[in-house]
Nanobody, 124 residues
Framework: QVQLVESGGGLVQPGGSLRLSCAAS????????LGWFRQAPGKEREFVAA????????FYTDSVEGRFTISRDNAKSTVYLQMNTLKPEDTAVYSC?????????????????WGQGTQVTVSS
């Protein structure tokens, strides 16, 4: 079992930045690929970004490419999502997830463990 706890959400103005963190406990952190997903009101949960086990490869959905950066610190068992140039359409609950699969996973069904989520609101 892996427990995931997100933090860092909040209210930010358009064009601003936030950094989300997701701390893991349980089995060795480096055994898992990680991802961030988001769910806006009335919409399905969607993929945002993913990173492989050693942090050497990352992948992003088109709408955040160039604005968001996913990273991980295996020594701290933490994955981050740096979000820059935020837009109102980025407003959602952001959740981190862990997968035992190798490489990069992007589908919701590929992830085994999920955090509870943290709210990000982009508004003036």
């Amino acid at each position: 079992q892996v427990q995931l706890v997100e933090s860092g959400g909040g209210l930010v103005q358009p064009g601003g930045s936030l950094r989300l963190s997701c701390a893991a406990s349980g089995r060795p952190f480096s055994n898992y690929g990680l991802g961030w997903f988001r769910q806006a009101p009335g919409k399905e949960r969607e993929f945002v970004a993913a990173i492989n086990r050693d942090g050497s490869t990352a992948f992003y959905t088109d709408s955040v490419e160039g604005r968001f950066t996913i990273s991980r610190d295996n020594a701290k068992s933490t994955v981050y999502l740096q979000m820059n140039t935020l837009k109102p359409e980025d407003t959602a609950v952001y959740s981190c997830a862990a997968t035992q699969r190798f490489g990069i996973a992007v589908s919701r069904g590929s992830f085994d463990y999920w955090g509870q989520g943290t709210q990000v609101t982009v508004s003036s």
